[in-house]
């Protein structure tokens, strides 16, 4: 353990919690490419309780925020704090590739590996709390159905995906609007983890030559204790021009 580690734990035995400076963070710089790009408004589908939207407004974002949760517990959660936000949205649904009722795997880890998809075993052993726990029947929409309601034609839009390996079908869902996306984030796996989930390589590969995104960051995500292998990643895709002109 070094000596920052040493300080830290004895700090929070205080009560006090001691974190680097924001500028040293993956998601500080990301957050720096989204104002650069002058983004104004980020769709979070798959927003559990607020995390990633609270995270935004941490670190600089004042744009609108459309949050998508459709797990009871998260969105009760989510919906309470979007409630102190006035630019911030919620919608209780699941996005899909078709409109119609769904079926959720909730996870026990606070909801947060849910997927529409199963889960294989490489992801439960690596860990045992994300492991189903019930499910829950939810509303599924497409995004090009909903996207006058959540969008603009002058808004610079940046989609954010964290659905567990359902990605391509949310992707497929959005249609030719994912054309009228300035950017956009998804949290993928390394290696199998959901049945017919996305997986990093078709991800780089369908985005960067179907919707001409270009990649801008990776950032480490889920990894396996026992070995230290990363089985999930968040691959951050912008226009370039975006950044060319700011």
């Known amino acids: 353990m070094t000596l920052l580690h040493q300080a830290r734990r004895a700090a929070q035995r205080l009560g006090i919690d001691v974190d680097r400076f924001p500028e040293c963070s993956f998601e500080y710089r990301v957050v720096q490419l989204l104002l650069r790009s002058g983004i104004d408004v980020v ?3 798959g927003a559990n309780r607020g995390q990633y939207g609270a995270m935004l407004r941490r670190f600089g974002y004042q744009g609108r925020i459309v949050s ?7 969105l009760a959660d989510l919906t309470r704090r979007a409630s102190l936000d006035p ?6 649904h699941a996005l899909g ?4 009722a769904v079926t959720i795997n909730v996870a026990g880890n606070g909801a947060a590996s849910s997927s529409v998809l199963a889960m ?5 052993d690596a860990c045992p709390e994300s492991r189903y726990v019930e499910r829950q029947e939810a509303e599924q929409h497409r995004l090009d159905a909903l996207w006058r309601q959540v969008a603009s034609p002058d808004d610079r839009v940046f989609l954010k995906l964290d659905v567990q390996g359902y990605e391509e079908a949310v992707l497929r869902g959005a249609g030719d609007r994912l054309h009228d996306c300035a950017g956009l984030r998804m949290e993928v796996s390394c290696v199998p983890l959901y049945k017919d989930g996305l997986l990093l390589g078709r991800a780089l590969d369908l985005v960067q030559r179907r919707y001409d995104l270009t990649l801008m960051a990776l950032i480490p995500g889920f990894t396996d204790p026992r070995t230290g292998q990363m089985l999930q990643c968040d691959v951050i895709f912008l226009r370039d021009e975006l950044l060319r002109a700011a």
Do not use: Q
Not at 97 to 100: K, P, S, T, V
């Open 68 to 74: 998508f949760e459709p797990v009871h517990g998260p």
């Open 43 to 45: 769709l979070d589908v």
């Open 87 to 92: 630019l911030w949205t919620v919608l209780p």
């Open 120 to 124: 294989l075993p490489r992801h439960a």
């Open 97 to 100: 590739d078709e409109r119609g």
